[in-house]
Structures are given as C-alpha cells and as structure tokens.
C-alpha cells in the first residue's frame, strides 16, 4: 500500500482517506441506532470504502442527461458521500424521518435516491439495477451519437452500476452483459461488480465455479479487469482508466472489485466486526501515517470530532418529525393523482 | 376501416411524429416483422431486442428514469410473469422516492384467448396487473379505442400497462380514428415481398384524439341489467344480451370499463343504481379475480337496494388454456354461457 501512495497527488490520498473515514463513522453510528432501538433495519458499506469513495469522487456529477447516472446496490455510502451527500441525511433515512431526502421514510438504511447527482433509487432485490442501468445508458449513447463536433469535446457522460458478488447469479447481471454489448449498440457503461466472497451467510465459493466474475464479460467481447477493491489507490487508478475508456470509445467496461465484508450482511446477521477481514480504512491510515501525510494525533483528533459530530446529528434528527399515517396515499401517481379505488 | 393492430401502429407514429416518444421496442418489434400482430410495422423508431422480457422492462425504466418517452411490448402477456418483479418496481419508484423519479413508460402487450393458442399464447393478466399499485392498466375493445387509449398512455406520467386482446387484433372498427382515410389501412400495412425498400404511407390527418384513462364506454344503454366488461367479451356480450333482450322484455346495458385501473366507478354506480342488477364478464382465472373487487365493491355500496346478488362470469381455475375448441370453450365464458347467466340474473328477485 505505502508505495501506491506516490501513484497520486498527496491532496487526492488526504481527500480518500478523509471520505473513508467518514463513510466508516458514518456507518458505525447508523449500527449504533440500529442497536439503539431508533432504526429498524441496517444495511451498509463497511469494507467497500477504498473502492465506493473513488467512484463518487471520479464521476461526472449532476442531474440530467449531461451527467452520469448512478444504479447502485445498498453498499454505497462511500460513493454518496464522495458525491456530496449531507450525513445527516444518511442517517434520517436510518431513522425513517419525513425529512429523508431519498425515501421521505419509505425505505431501508442506505437505499439512497438523489436526483440531483443522478442516483436513482436503490433498490432491495438484488441485481434489477444492471437492467435498468441498461436504459439510462441507451439514451445516452443516443445523445452521443446524436451530437455535433462541438459538442463532443465535453465529458461524455456515463452509467454506473454497482452490484454484489451473489446478485451477479441473477438473470439481471447476464441480461446487462448481453444487452450492453450488441453489435454497433454498444452501451457507455462502467458495470462493477464488488466482490466479498458473500452472499448473505452463503460463500461465493460455495456456489460459483468461475474463478473471477470479470472472465463473464470477456465472452462477450468487454473490456474487463479484476482489482484489489481494499486499495483506495488502485481503485481510484483502475475506475479513472475505466471510466476514460467509457467517455472515449462509449463503449463498456467491467470491473470486479475484491472487496471485504466488515460488519457482516446487515444487522439481520448482527452487524458484528468480522476481524478476520481486511480492513481497508485501517491500512490506508497505516499507509498514510507512515508515509507522514497524516499523523496519529491528527487521526484521533478527526475521528473523535466525527463521532461527535455524528452522535450530535443522530440527536437532533431523533427530534425531527416522521411521516403522518396519511401520507401512505401520497406519490401512488404523478402529481398526487388519486390512486385510492374508495375516491373513484 | 382499421383493424386494431392497424390503429396502434397508427397512434404510435403520431406518438413518435408528435410526443417525443424515441423508443419503441421488444421481440421482433423493429423491421422486417414489425411486431408479431404487425402493430408496430413502419415505425421510425420500432428496434429489435434480445429476447429477454426482463432486460425489455428494465431498459423501459431506465429509459424512463431520464425522463424519455418509451413504449415497450412483451411479445405475448404469457411471458410477461418472469419480470412481475421489475413491474412492481416501476410501480413503485415514485412512491418509494417520495415523488422523486416518475415513470412515464408504457408496456404493451397482447393479451387473452380467442386465437387457439394454447397454453402459453392465451393467458391473461388483467388481475394480476390490477394488484400492481402505481401502474396504470386499459384495455381497448376497438381500434379508434386503441388509437385513443394509446395516446393517452404515452402523454401519461405514470407507467401504463396497455393490454391488448390479441383476438381483436385483426376486427376492423365502425368508426373512423380522427384523420384516417378508406385508404389509409391498405397504405400502412408493409407488403410481403420488398419490405426493405417500402415506406408506409401515414395519414395527413392523425390527430391528438384520446380516451381518458378511468373512463368506460356504455356500449348500450338498458334499464332492468348491467353488464361490466371489457376486451374481447365485449363482443361476447353484445351478442349475448342482444339474444336476450330477443327473448325476454328486458332491456341490458353494457359498459365497456377500457380501463381496469383507475376505473371508472361513477359509470359503474349510476348504472347499477338504475338497473339494480349486475353481471361482471371477464376471461381471467376466478379466483381472486379483479370482478370480485367490483362485485364487493357493489354490494358493499348497493347492498339494500340491489334486486339480485352480483353475478361474474370468468376464466375457470386451471393452470392453462387447452389447445383443443372444447377444452378452451370450456375453459372461458362463451356467449351461451353469458345468455344463460343473464337469464338467471334476470329472473333472481329479492
């Protein structure tokens, strides 16, 4: 790790490592409300840091069709983070307050929706996002096929989508290699795939007999790689290469990222450290520290000012208001049609 | 006259010409074939896909995720069951994104008996859609219907499943669509030989005509009966209930719903108010069949003043449709069957 440090401008490592940091904090607070009683259910990152923050901080941010678009799985708090995101936000979704910006209380922990950045809304079902990530990115191969000289000199924007080892045995993930690849159709999209050797409590192993999920998109002819997805540097390398070659040829790219799995599937499986696992932040910070970016007190002095902070804002959002019982009829149709067959 | 294979092509070109819709696709939906009932012959915008029913609704929600109009079709309604998943999905994005992502799609597909086709080309899923909340769900019985509805269900910003019953695909209409000419369905329909080089011949005159959705039809007024029905059995019942009132003194309304959700329960109310009597018609399996809703819905309203209980006449439950005519005119409410309910619903009293 320490000799990957140089590979990037000291400022990019600081600013990983600063979103890392927070990601885990961030997460480790959303587990502490779960365990308090005040969130039903938590899902999350920890482990995917060093490759979901490069993601968010290399993409090409916005809303609408000039920007990329985001289909991600429930382990994208690096990437939303790196994107922008307020954490207080994170955590009003834990919490289900009507404030939550992606769900207005709806939905699980880190089932994130922002239109402003493109990030549509993720989903439970596993593997339905590399279908519908194929429609973002067909009308933008439109678009860019569509456009003048003059316009082609701007960044081509791309679709992202982010997905688990054990969702890629779903029809979805093979329907996203065949329908991004066709002939003279090909689809600017970056698929990833971030793989923890789980699904649930079940091992990869256990039930896939190819060695890497990359070798998939080989057969049909898409530029693939397999990368070590607990090295923020590498991550960060590997996705810039990827997503250069995407905006250029706006054709696919395939990245199978090893990532690890730290507080196990979700708080149904207790959301207990797996200290057998890497841990990315840690050796990044060990890296960082020794290459003397960082120092130990600096360190500490952040984590502690994070974990108030996130202590602080789990307070405040306790307060905020939650859903009222008649809002259930809000959002069926646009516009707040009735959808209620009693007011027909 | 068209043809109703003939009005969709026709209101998906004025689509494409006039409302922005830039997608039209599904198995064999593009040129040569032009869609298996050629409803989407001509199209300027009709591609071919794989044939993966998942991968052509998750492409419709992406598509329509950037806010780009789309019309997607599975083949037959029969194939439609391995994507009920990414269905309730686009019924749900709005709702679970707190009004964030709207999903302005529409899925189109055959759907029904009425052609022998057996097991897999005969289904129907008119209940099943209705227990998809945040869709959107019609079915016309007419091409000027079909042009009409269609219009409608692309200018919506909700998804639309569109249900066509594929037994009416090739019934001419009674009524000209707005525009169309005596000649327009000879001059739209591709030829068989020298397809690469032929264009289609678009009326001038297409207009923006539409059919609300939520709104039903009264095919005939009457005053002792309802009849509630939609798609194919709306032929069904005409003929039925004119063999009735053939019989008997009676006199039999029949409403044609075109949309089963939302639907229109003012037409419904007022009727059965009037006729104090209800017979509900449809082809899909009875067993928590979308009628039943109806029907509760009815006596829940209507309890003391209706003169009859409500009858519904629908598909049997069994896992498919046989090939054989006797196994699938056993299986589906027939014109008999509908007279002979008829006459029972008549003469029950309270």
């Known amino acids: 790790m320490k000799e990957d440090l140089k590979k990037l401008p000291k400022e990019i490592n600081l600013q990983i490592y600063n979103v890392m940091l927070k990601s885990r904090l961030l997460e480790e607070r959303l587990i502490k409300i779960y365990r308090s009683g005040d969130g039903y259910f938590w899902i999350g990152s920890p482990g995917e840091e060093a490759f979901g923050v490069p993601l968010g901080l290399l993409s090409h941010k916005g809303q609408g069709l000039d920007f990329d678009f985001f289909h991600l799985h429930y382990r994208s708090t690096p990437t939303l983070l790196a994107l922008g995101m307020n954490p207080i936000d994170s955590i009003r979704l834990m919490m289900n307050r009507v404030t939550d910006p992606s769900s207005g209380g709806r939905n699980f922990a880190s089932h994130y929706c922002f239109p402003k950045w493109n990030v549509v809304p993720v989903t439970s079902p596993i593997g339905t996002q590399y279908v519908t990530a194929l429609g973002t990115s067909h009308v933008q191969r439109k678009r860019r096929s569509k456009a003048n000289e003059s316009s082609s000199q701007r960044l081509q924007p791309i679709t992202i989508v982010t997905g688990g080892d054990a969702g890629t045995a779903e029809g979805d993930f093979a329907s996203c290699l065949i329908w991004s690849s066709r002939p003279g159709k090909e689809l600017p999209i970056l698929i990833t795939v971030q793989n923890n050797q789980w699904g649930i409590s079940t091992s990869f192993r256990d039930q896939h007999g190819e060695v890497y999920i990359a070798d998939r998109a080989k057969a049909f002819q898409i530029r693939s790689r397999v990368i070590d997805g607990n090295n923020p540097v590498e991550s960060y390398l590997a996705l810039k290469e990827e997503m250069d070659y995407i905006r250029k040829t706006g054709k696919p790219s395939f990245v199978e990222a090893r990532v690890s799995r730290l507080y196990g599937h979700s708080s149904a499986s207790g959301a207990n450290l797996a200290e057998q696992e890497q841990d990315c932040l840690l050796t990044y910070e060990r890296a960082l520290i020794d290459e003397q970016y960082i120092n130990e007190n600096d360190v500490k002095i952040l984590r502690n000012s994070l974990e108030k902070e996130f202590f602080n804002i789990y307070q405040s959002v306790k307060k905020e208001e939650v859903p009222v019982k008649e809002s259930i009829w809000d959002h069926i149709y646009s516009q707040n049609e009735n959808g209620d067959w009693r007011n027909f | ?350």
């Open chain 2, 1 to 350: 006259m068209a043809n109703m294979a003939q009005a969709l092509r026709m209101a998906l070109h004025y689509g494409e010409t006039h409302f922005g819709v830039e997608d039209i696709f599904g198995e064999d939906v593009g040129a040569p074939l032009g869609g298996v009932f050629t409803a989407t012959q001509g199209l300027v915008n009709a591609w071919n896909t794989p044939l993966d029913e998942r991968g052509i609704i998750g492409m419709a929600m992406g598509i329509a995720m950037t806010g780009t109009r789309c019309v997607a079709e599975i083949q037959f309604v029969d194939y439609i069951f391995n994507t009920i998943d990414l269905l309730k999905q686009a019924g749900n994005t709005l709702w679970c994104s707190n009004g964030q992502y709207e999903m302005p799609l529409v899925v189109m597909s055959p759907v029904g008996a009425g052609i022998h086709g057996s097991i897999y080309h005969s289904h129907s899923f008119d209940s099943w859609a209705t227990r998809l909340p945040g869709w959107k769900v019609v079915l016309p019985s007419s091409p000027i219907d079909a042009y009409g509805l269609m219009l409608s269900s692309i200018l919506d910003p909700n998804p639309v499943l569109y249900l066509v019953p594929k037994a009416l695909m090739r019934v001419r209409g009674e009524e000209l669509i707005p525009g169309e000419t005596k000649e327009s369905p000879l001059q739209i329909d591709a030829p068989l030989k020298g397809r690469e080089l032929w264009r289609p011949q678009w009326p001038s005159g297409l207009t923006s005509y539409q059919v609300p959705i939520g709104k039903s039809k009264i095919i005939k007024p009457g005053k002792d009966a309802t009849v509630i029905t939609y798609g194919r059995h709306v032929f069904c019942c005409i003929q039925a209930v004119k063999r009735v009132e053939e019989q008997t003194n009676a006199s039999i309304e029949i409403i044609d719903l075109r949309s089963l959700y939302p639907y229109d329960w003012a037409a419904i109310s007022e009727s059965v108010n009037k006729t104090k009597k209800v017979l509900l018609v449809n082809e899909d399996t009875e067993v928590t069949n979308f009628a039943e809703h109806l029907a509760y819905r009815i006596v829940s309203e209507f309890f003391y003043i209706l003169e009859a209980r409500p009858h519904i006449l629908s598909g049997k439950q069994i896992p498919g449709i046989g090939l054989h005519p006797h196994l699938e005119e056993a299986t589906l409410p027939q014109e008999n069957d509908i007279e002979e309910e008829l006459h029972k619903l008549l003469n029950e009293s309270p």
